[in-house]
Each structure stands twice: as structure tokens, then as C-alpha cells.
């Protein structure tokens, strides 16, 4: 699956005062139809996509669909393939913030009624990187609540997990044979020195936190004691492990050129830049969790010699070659974002209204050498990739198939499979 994404962040900054919308300040909103023709133009099938949460989720069992409707209406027609991103960074105001623990109650009745309005959407992301927008809203202090211990920081966390778990819950309710990708990101600590070793080990097993909980996975020791530390409590932590639906899920992770970190003894980071990459950090993941792999966000700025971006998404897809073929199941590559984004030079710190150019677009929707490359990339590898295994194929319903008689039957015997999980007790503890 070759895909690309709109992206729809709306964190809030400066104590809440401000509210950064990608989709506004990107043009969206205005260039939709033209966004979306220039998906076609790639050749790509798959759109990382989905409504501005905030505009959408207008109160407690209240939506308001008009642009959702304009938009995946538009999206069927053209038989484009939505990974639907439900919530991405931010909250409608009258949530508040990720410290509320209403949020997973109210994100999940809004994920119910979201799959019943347009029951031909199958591949979800409920919740996009979870570990960041923790970390971003409850550690480092730079969104939504700004909270800056590791109190505020797993409180985000836990309530962002669970609201990505319900969500799946009761979207399988409605499309029982959904795909739920998530979309994470690999991240790496490095230790600068010997005194930095267990800051660095800390660091690389808080990591898989958002992911452990998603999963059902246990977590060690020392991660158990921080988490039971910092507000998760007993009965919190078994819900984690007994609403597992891993089995629903392909393992989508993401990687930047930020991804990697040096970490000193007193436990202050920095990027490292590139030193392991995509392939090393994604086999650590793939060893943990065992399931299918999709690479779902990677980009870099255009610089002045105009070839970076061109360079890094070679090397970012010989990576992706280079864990497939070592025997991890890999079913899809993002470039992440059609077009150049926003203020993301500051991780949406500051609203500058300062273009970030690692788009495959720019904002006047003219296409850069890295879509040109992406283009070409599509056409070269499509055809060919299958080949290599008729078995690894994503069982995808095509929205122009969603009638179909083959397609029907899919459902209904995921209807016969999600029926055993409930008997079994598979991710149904209470």
C-alpha cells in the first residue's frame, strides 16, 4: 500500500489560547477537490485522512458532518482508499485536554457513529502517535494541557491508549472486518556516555509504552512501578491487558530524522540525527509485537541543493526493502504530507505561519521533485512487489467494492470471527 496524507493536527498552544489547524493553515479547506486530484495524479489508492476533529465532534453525542460528508463522499467516487485518522493531536474545546477522563468515553461514541455514517470505510488510525502527543501535551509542555511531570505525561498517555482501544471496540461493532493501522513513532535513545546508560535504557523502554498498553503486551518491571508511580492503577493497567485487539491491528510506525536522540547522564536529550534508521529501529519493534509492518509517515525539508527530500526517500525505501526482505511482513510505505505543511521547523510550538517545505506538493499545489520521485517510485515497485508473495496481501475492501458479493462475505465472516473473540473473552474485559 503506496500512500500520502493530509494531515488534520489541531493541538492547542499558549495556554490554550490558540489552536493550530493544519487543515486551515495548509489550505484545505478551500483546495480539497484539487488535494485530492493531486492524490490521483501520484497514482497513489491509499489517503491517511480523516475530519478535523474539532470541527466534527461539537459536543456530547452532537456532530456536525458537512464537510466530513462533502469530503469521503468525494473520496468513494474516486475509489481512494481512506486510512481514516479520527484524532490527531488535539481535542474539540469543550473536552478540554487529554487530562480529561471523559475523553476515551466521548472519542469512542464519536468513532461509533463516524463508522455507522460511512460504513464503506474499513482501515482506521483512531488515534495518531500516541507516545508523541503524550509526550508533547503532558511531558514536554508544549500542547494542550502543557504538562510537564511524568504524572500529567502518563495520565495522557493512558487515556489516549484507552481511548484508541474503545474506539476499536466499537468500530468493529459496526465494519467487523476493519483494519486498524496504527501510526507510531520508532524511536531510539543513545547513551553519549557510560553514566548515561540507564537514562538511555529508561528512555528506550518508556517508548514502547503507548504501544504495550494498545497491545495488551506486559510491560517490565521498572515501567510497571513508573506507571503505578504516576496514576495507572491496577485495574487501569488489566483493562490494557484484557481488550487486546492486536489481532485487528498492522503495526504502522514512523521515522524522522528526529526519531533518534543522544541522552547525557543527567537525562537531557538532543537528536542524534540518522545513525541506526528505519530498518534497525523497526526489527526492534517487529521483535516485540509480531505483527505486519507499515511505514506511515517520513519526510524531510527540501533544502537548497532541491535533492534531499529525493535522497531520503530512497533511502528511507531501501529500508523498507531492506526489513522485508529480511523476512519482516511489510505491507505499505507513507510520504507524509501531500503538501508542505506549517510550522512543524517548531513541532507547532509557535504559531509563525512559517511553511515547512516537505511536501510532495507546496501549498500552491505545484509538485516538488520528491512527488516527482514518488511518482516515479509507484510506477517502478507496484506492479512488482506482489509478485514477491501472493500470500501478503491486506484483505482491502475497495470502496467501489463495499456492494460487492466477495466483499459481503468478508464481513460476515468477520461477524462469525469477532463473535468467537466475545465468547472466548478476547478483548472484552470490562
Known amino acids: ?132 502527543c503524550a509526550q508533547f501535551s503532558g511531558k514536554f509542555g508544549w500542547w494542550n494541557e502543557q504538562g510537564t511531570t511524568d504524572r500529567t505525561f502518563v495520565t495522557a498517555l493512558k487515556h489516549l491508549v484507552k481511548a484508541n482501544v474503545l474506539a476499536m471496540k466499537e468500530i468493529l461493532e459496526v465494519r467487523p472486518d476493519a483494519i486498524f493501522i496504527q501510526s507510531e513513532s520508532s524511536e531510539y535513545f543513545h547513551a553519549e556516555n557510560p553514566a548515561a546508560i540507564k537514562p538511555a535504557e529508561v528512555e528506550n523502554s ?61 537525562g537531557a536529550q538532543r537528536a542524534s540525527g540518522e545513525i541506526f534508521g528505519y530498518s534497525e529501529i523497526t526489527r526492534q519493534y517487529y521483535h516485540r509485537y509480531r505483527l505486519p509492518v507499515m511505514h506511515t509517515e517520513t519526510n524531510i525539508v527540501e533544502g537548497p541543493n532541491g535533492d534531499e527530500a529525493v535522497n531520503w526517500l530512497w533511502k528511507e525505501w531501501a529500508n523498507v526493502l531492506r526489513v522485508r526482505n529480511d523476512g519482516v511482513p511489510t505491507v ?8 508542505d505543511q506549517m510550522d512543524w521547523d517548531t513541532a507547532l510550538r509557535e504559531d509563525n505561519g512559517h511553511v515547512h517545505p516537505v511536501g510532495l506538493y507546496d501549498l500552491n499545489r505545484e509538485i516538488r521533485a520528491v512527488g516527482r520521485s514518488y511518482k516515479q517510485l509507484i510506477a517502478d515497485w507496484s506492479a512488482v512487489l506482489p509478485t514477491q508473495s501472493i500470500c501478503l496481501t491486506v484483505p482491502v475492501v475497495r470502496p467501489s467494492d463495499y456492494h460487492e458479493a466477495s466483499s459481503q462475505r468478508q464481513r460476515q465472516a468477520a461477524v462469525g470471527l469477532r463473535e468467537t473473540e466475545k465468547t472466548a473473552g478476547v478483548g472484552e474485559m470490562s
Not at 43 to 64: A, E, M, N, S, V
Not at 207 to 230: I, K, P, Q
Request: hydrophobic share 35%; with cysteine; charged share 20%.
Open 1 to 132: 500500500m503506496f500512500a500520502t496524507g493530509i494531515e488534520n493536527s489541531i493541538p492547542k498552544i499558549k495556554g490554550g489560547a490558540v489552536r493550530v489547524d493544519q487543515m486551515e493553515s495548509c489550505g484545505h479547506y478551500r483546495h480539497w477537490k484539487r488535494d485530492f486530484d493531486c492524490v490521483q495524479e501520484l497514482g497513489l489508492q491509499f489517503l491517511r485522512y480523516g475530519p478535523p476533529l474539532h470541527k466534527t465532534l461539537i459536543g456530547p453525542g452532537r456532530y456536525d458532518w458537512e464537510f466530513a460528508d462533502l469530503t469521503f463522499a468525494d473520496l468513494r467516487r474516486r475509489n481512494i482508499v481512506p486510512i481514516v485518522d479520527l484524532c490527531h493531536f488535539g481535542v474539540p474545546d469543550w473536552i478540554g485536554d487529554f487530562q480529561n477522563p471523559d475523553f476515551p468515553d466521548q472519542f469512542a461514541t464519536y468513532a461509533r457513529a463516524f463508522s455507522m455514517r460511512f460504513p464503506w470505510v474499513q482501515l482506521y488510525t483512531p488515534v495518531n502517535e500516541m507516545f508523541i
Open 332 to 339: 505499505g510505505f507513507t510520504w507524509y504530507s501531500l503538501t
Open 206 to 266: 518508556k517508548r514502547f509504552l503507548s504501544l504495550d498498553l494498545n497491545y495488551g503486551h506486559r510491560v517490565d518491571s521498572e515501567m510497571y512501578e513508573y506507571l503505578a508511580d504516576n496514576g495507572l492503577t491496577r485495574d487501569e493497567y488489566h483493562f490494557f491487558l484484557g481488550n487486546s485487539l492486536r489481532h485487528h491491528c498492522i503495526l504502522g510506525n514512523d521515522y524522522y530524522w528526529t526519531n533518534e536522540h543522544r541522552i547525557s547522564a543527567t
